[in-house]
T-cell receptor, first 114, second 110 residues
Framework: DVKVTQSSRYLVKRTGEKVFLECVQDMDHENMFWYRQDPGLGLRLIYFSYDVKMKEKGDIPEGYSVSREKKERFSLILESASTNQTSMYLC?????????????FGPGTRLTVT | SQQGEEDPQALSIQEGENATMNCSYKTSINNLQWYRQNSGRGLVHLILIRSNEREKHSGRLRVTLDTSKKSSSLLITASRAADTASYFCATDANDYKLSFGAGTTVTVRA
């Protein structure tokens, strides 16, 4: 079974703190994604990566950065957390194979910024 | 940007009944996928339908796609309590990125 793990299920941080959210997948997938999920808005793509050291902005990259130093690991960084970044963060991975478009999701990290 | 929009936002049905939810999208797609999310958890892939397909089945799930209307429907037959979840459609424009709708929350009453 594909496994995508996220470093924390729940996280509470203070405004202005630097926050790291870690994601690891064990399926040798090329693609990795970070989404945030807010009530009534569904999932919105923050950043994604097609390969090691590659990153592309998604729909809402402002206030976030990412790092992909190894194929299996994709980190989301909040340089200076703000209260409007309180949300559920979901990591996903997927293959670049032409017949395999589905994404596999981690359990999510519920981040609260106070 | 969000492309899919699910309808209805919420659905409450009796166990054993069928549940139908719809998804509309705006631009051309390579495929459309449906995902399920149990309360506070990650999403699980249910089924994928390609743009050249009109209908697909998987167990108790039936998905239709009408590219001329830019819409899809997901039917869950003979619903069970375990089907209680949020369901999301997601469109892929052939770049491996998915655009998700806001979801339909389904409650199955015993």
């Amino acid at each position: 079974d594909v496994k995508v793990t996220q470093s924390s299920r729940y996280l509470v941080k203070r405004t202005g703190e630097k926050v790291f959210l870690e994601c690891v997948q064990d399926m040798d997938h090329e693609n990795m994604f970070w989404y945030r999920q807010d009530p009534g808005l569904g999932l919105r793509l923050i950043y994604f990566s097609y390969d090691v050291k590659m990153k592309e902005k998604g729909d809402i990259p402002e206030g976030y950065s990412v790092s992909r130093e190894k194929k299996e690991r994709f980190s989301l960084i909040l340089e200076s957390a703000s209260t409007n970044q309180t949300s559920m963060y979901l990591c996903a991975s997927g293959s670049l194979a032409s017949d395999s478009y589905e994404q596999y999701f981690g359990p999510g990290t519920r981040l609260t910024v106070t | 940007s969000q492309q899919g929009e699910e309808d209805p936002q919420a659905l409450s049905i009796q166990e054993g009944e069928n549940a139908t939810m719809n998804c509309s999208y705006k631009t051309s797609i390579n495929n459309l996928q449906w995902y399920r999310q149990n309360s506070g958890r990650g999403l699980v892939h249910l089924i994928l339908i390609r743009s050249n397909e009109r209908e697909k089945h998987s167990g108790r799930l039936r998905v239709t796609l009408d590219t001329s209307k830019k819409s899809s429907s997901l039917l869950i037959t003979a619903s069970r309590a375990a089907d209680t979840a949020s369901y999301f459609c997601a469109t892929d424009a052939n770049d491996y990125k998915l655009s998700f709708g806001a979801g339909t929350t389904v409650t199955v009453r015993a």
